[in-house]
């Protein structure tokens, strides 16, 4: 029963960490969504966008702004998402048109990986083992 309490120490020790790290964050994330209200509310002054002429729209430059970048992130996690399926898609393509490999040296399906078993590094030979098994 002595190791329990060292796993209890061990695991406070790091929900304590985390738990910093969390004040931090929202210290920090706090701070900086201060910065940005005062910010917007200093530059709230209209703003008029023009399209080639044929229309006009009139918002404070703060709704611009986000909209602006909002459009931006949108567009980006849009072009992020068609990037990955097009490259899910190659690989599961090339996956399919490659024949499986049979390698000797992972041994059957499903055993451990070599060199992973005890008395199984280099050196540790059946060549090596004497008939009675010792």
Request: charged share 15%; hydrophobic share 45%; net charge positive.
């Given at each position: 029963?002595?190791?329990?309490?060292?796993?209890?120490?061990?695991?406070?020790?790091?929900?304590?960490?985390?738990?910093?790290?969390?004040?931090?964050?929202?210290?920090?994330g706090?701070?900086?969504?201060?910065?940005?209200?005062?910010?917007?509310?200093?530059?709230?002054?209209?703003?008029?966008?023009?399209?080639?002429?044929?229309?006009?729209?009139?918002?404070?430059?703060?709704?611009?702004?986000?909209?602006?970048?909002?459009?931006?992130?949108?567009?980006?996690?849009?072009?992020?998402?068609?990037?990955?399926?097009?490259?899910?898609?190659?690989?599961s393509?090339?996956?399919?048109?490659?024949?499986?490999?049979?390698d000797?040296?992972?041994?059957?399906?499903?055993g451990?990986?070599?060199?992973?078993?005890?008395?199984?590094?280099?050196?540790?030979?059946?060549?090596?083992?004497?008939?009675?098994?010792?």
């Amino acid at each position: 029963m002595g190791g329990g309490g060292d796993s209890a120490a061990f695991f406070f020790a790091i929900r304590w960490h985390n738990c910093g790290m969390h004040i931090v964050r929202w210290i920090v994330g706090a701070t900086v969504f201060l910065a940005l209200l005062f910010l917007s509310l200093q530059n709230s002054d209209p703003a008029e966008l023009k399209f080639f002429n044929l229309a006009s729209f009139r918002a404070p430059l703060v709704v611009v702004v986000f909209v602006a970048f909002a459009l931006g992130v949108a567009i980006g996690l849009l072009t992020g998402a068609l990037r990955s399926a097009r490259l899910s898609r190659q690989l599961s393509r090339a996956r399919r048109e490659q024949p499986p490999r049979h390698d000797p040296t992972t041994g059957a399906a499903g055993g451990a990986a070599p060199g992973t078993t005890p008395a199984s590094g280099p050196g540790y030979g059946r060549s090596d083992r004497t008939r009675d098994g010792v």
